[in-house]
């Protein structure tokens, strides 16, 4: 019997958290559901991701709301992927002015947003709860290349792409002064890494990279915010070990000659042992194969996801 696909099955409602981090970062995180981030300065706020509708977005509004109403200035895109940017028109009337993306989540956009956006939303409704109040892609307003910092009054934010891991446009957001990331999907802690659109042989360099930042807090794409170093660097590991453990399967099979079918079984016999009980595992882990399978055989950039591929590629692997 085929597994229902992906997270359709998924209708449980999970608890939110908004969570205060330092004198001017929370962190909104919903027990395994993707996390947004908030900075509030002295003048305005920033947001880091949107939640996935502007319906949904109210509901991370209305938490900024109990505790300031300054402006929402700002709203900064870890990357392009619809779960995380499609809430964006929600802040035009809290005060956004900008919104922020890299280079490279700005050609994703372009190349494959909309193919994304139907994807995620048949693959996982919950997370698009009224999905009739987008109004289509989100769209930036400003594109930065490597670095951008911005000033809320005297607090440095600085918008960095340190490299390519979850797809090639991860941006994390880094307030020095205070010791907080904000990692995007670059990491996550107790749940899957969806690896999809994944540079895998890239990822490993680029959480070295964020590890040398020594933060203090951390807030990953999905699970709790990490409210020390020590778990922050475990936040890292876990992650790490997920993309090496799932890359190095694929590079196993392709040297022996499996086919796809053959390198999902392998790669769950590597995979499940450690991961197998951790948010999402059943919903990434197909995508998760053929991507690294993708990869470990030279094809480099990702090939695009669609509403029909997904379908086959499930039937494929877990019909």
Wanted: charged fraction near 20%; charge should be negative.
């Amino acid at each position: 019997m085929s597994k229902t696909f992906a997270s359709r099955a998924d209708l449980v409602q999970k608890k939110t958290s908004f969570t205060r981090l330092s004198e001017h970062a929370w962190a909104y995180t919903a027990e395994g559901d993707p996390n947004s981030g908030v900075v509030i300065g002295e003048d305005a706020a920033l947001v880091v991701d949107t939640t996935a509708t502007p319906a949904m977005a109210q509901q991370l509004i209305a938490e900024i709301r109990k505790v300031t109403d300054k402006p929402i200035k700002y709203v900064v895109l870890s990357h392009y992927h619809a779960v995380r940017v499609l809430g964006a028109s929600a802040y035009a009337a809290q005060g956004a002015q900008e919104v922020i993306a890299s280079r490279g989540t700005y050609e994703l956009i372009v190349e494959r947003g909309a193919q994304d956006m139907n994807s995620e939303i048949e693959r996982f409704p919950r997370l698009f709860d009224a999905v009739e109040s987008v109004p289509g892609l989100t769209w930036p307003t400003m594109v930065f290349e490597r670095d951008l910092t911005l000033f809320l009054g005297k607090l440095e934010v600085q918008i960095k792409h340190v490299g390519m891991g979850h797809t090639k446009g991860d941006t994390i957001v880094w307030l020095p002064q205070e010791r907080v990331l904000f990692s995007g999907d670059l990491v996550e802690y107790g749940a899957a890494a969806y690896t999809g659109d994944a540079q895998l042989a890239h990822w490993p360099a680029t959480l070295e990279v964020l590890r040398g930042l020594t933060p203090e807090k951390l807030v990953p794409g999905r699970g709790p915010a990490l409210l020390t170093n020590a778990d922050a660097n475990r936040a890292i590991d876990y992650t790490k070990s997920f993309v090496q453990t799932l890359f190095a399967a694929a590079q196993e099979s392709v040297a022996a000659g499996h086919d796809l079918r053959r390198a999902f079984a392998h790669a769950r016999s590597k995979m499940d042992p450690l991961f197998g009980d951790v948010f999402i595992y059943e919903h990434c882990l197909p995508f998760d194969v053929s991507r690294a399978f993708d990869e470990a055989s030279g094809i480099a950039h990702p090939r695009i996801w669609t509403a029909e591929r997904d379908q086959q590629m499930w039937q494929t692997l877990q019909g």
